[in-house]
């Protein structure tokens, strides 16, 4: 397991590496207590659990920084939280209208068509994952320019399907 614990090393030496000027110091620390870890596993995760410390530190310094030199009034940037937030909400709820509409689709052809629910699901995914992903790829391409954040919302609606999807087929598999 000794390339557990060079993985850890090596991830932590990199994080070090590149860390602002400010966080130097802990990192090298991290890198320190990594020695006094006795298991390899437990290494690796003090390993990335360090790291997610190290880089979220690194967030709110560039974000202290970025809003010291960009000064927005407070009521400026809530409206263009709440616009982002909006736009990729409704994107969201775009898409998943669309999922519902193309599960209702294949719902009615199976009650019109009984013998499309038979024992291969090839019908059900063409239907209810392939057709669907392939319009919100085409949303997202074609919305992109102008209503970027509804585009980001029927990005992650379509992450979310296709996850669900891969995780039904993988626990489905020998079935």
């Not at 000794?2 to 590496?17: C, D, E, F, G, T």
């Not at 802990?26 to 995760?45: G, K």
């Not at 809003?67 to 709820?93: N, W």
Request: a neutral charge; charged letters at 15%; hydrophobic letters at 55%.
């Amino acid at each position: 397991m000794l390339i557990l614990r060079s993985a850890a090393s090596i991830l932590l030496r990199v994080v070090s590496q590149y860390s602002p000027t400010q966080s130097r110091e802990w990192a090298a620390a991290t890198i320190r207590e990594l020695d006094f870890i006795e298991s390899d596993w437990e290494a690796l995760r003090w390993a990335a659990g360090s790291t997610t410390a190290l880089v979220g530190h690194w967030g709110h310094d560039m974000e202290a920084s970025l809003a010291g030199h960009l000064r927005y009034p407070e009521e400026l940037l809530m409206k263009d939280i709440r616009k982002k937030t909006l736009g990729t909400m409704s994107g969201i709820g775009i898409a998943l209208a669309l999922a519902l509409a193309a599960f209702g689709v294949y719902a009615l052809a199976v009650y019109l068509v009984p013998s499309l629910h038979t024992g291969v699901p090839w019908p059900a995914w063409i239907m209810v994952i392939a057709v669907p992903e392939t319009i919100f790829a085409i949303c997202v391409v074609k919305m992109w320019q102008r209503k970027r954040y509804q585009a980001v919302g029927i990005l992650l609606a379509a992450m979310v399907l296709a996850t669900h999807f891969a995780i039904h087929i993988a626990g489905h598999w020998n079935d």
